[in-house]
């Protein structure tokens, strides 16, 4: 009941390949590592610098005085 054994995920392969086909899985694994690709750099990019300094250097340092929910 545990994990598969090496033999059940051969099975899995082989019927994988007999429905799409060599060709069509490449073309799929080829489009989603693009894809990968694209956010990846689309993240190095666009995200913002997370730090506890502002713009001159210095420390923020802040305290709440009155928390109260909305």
Known sequence: MGSF???HW???LVI???IFGTKKLRN???DLGGAVKGFKDGMKD???KLSDKDETGHT????VK?????
Do not use: R
Not at 60 to 63: C, L, T, V
């Open 5 to 7: 054994s090496i033999w």
């Open 10 to 12: 051969l099975i899995v």
């Open 16 to 18: 994988v390949l007999l």
């Open 28 to 30: 799929i694994g080829s």
């Open 46 to 48: 666009d995200a913002p």
């Open 60 to 63: 923020i340092d802040a305290e």
């Open 66 to 70: 009155d928390k109260h929910h909305s």
